[in-house]
């Protein structure tokens, strides 16, 4: 495990492009496992990064002085719905940087109005489980996985954030 001194979550910057083409090119084989059957590339990265308006879809960092630890996003469906997903990088996680994102998603559901938040998560990733059940998401539907680029069996869970106590 790296060291790391403090970090701070904030909504992402333009110049941290660079830090998240690194952070998602260096994910392990163990990350991706969970997220997609093979790795990001660049150009996609830098796609996911132009997209990002602060409306409709929103991007939060951890980060410290030296680069980019994780990432969450929030993509609106509607003015009352949203969906999320969490990714740390494999030097930085079980540390509380993914519970950090999630409340800074959180915030910003309560800022917008957002009354339900969705989230996948594939089965076998038990921490990330154990962090949204925490957190009380509960799971609406196991989804038989044979199209999606996830590994093994998805969850589609969902919260109310104005119900999720601070």
Same mark, same amino acid.
């Given at each position: 495990m790296q060291?790391?001194?403090q970090y701070r979550i904030r909504e992402v910057k333009e110049h941290d492009l660079e830090g998240l083409i690194e952070m998602y090119m260096t994910l392990s084989e163990r990350t991706l496992y969970f997220l997609r059957s093979n790795s990001f590339t660049p150009g996609e990265v830098r796609e996911m990064h132009s997209r @990002?308006?602060?409306e409709k879809i929103f991007s939060v $960092?951890? $980060?410290n002085d030296r680069k980019v630890l994780g990432e969450a996003r929030l993509i609106r469906y509607s003015d009352t719905s949203a969906e999320f *997903?969490?990714? @740390?990088h494999d030097l930085y996680q079980n #540390? *509380?940087?993914?519970q950090a994102l999630l409340k800074k998603i959180i915030e910003i559901c309560r800022e917008k109005r957002i009354k339900r938040l969705i989230g996948f998560c594939s089965e076998e990733?038990? $921490?990330a489980l154990h962090i949204y +059940? +925490?957190?009380?998401f509960k799971v609406e539907k196991i989804i038989e996985n044979h199209h999606s680029?996830?590994? *093994? #069996? @998805?969850?589609r869970l969902s919260i109310h954030p104005n119900l999720v106590k601070s």
């Open positions: 060291e790391i001194e @990002v308006d602060g $960092v951890a $980060v *997903g969490i990714i @740390v #540390r *509380g940087i993914g990733n038990e $921490v +059940k +925490k957190y009380g680029s996830m590994n *093994g #069996r @998805v969850l």
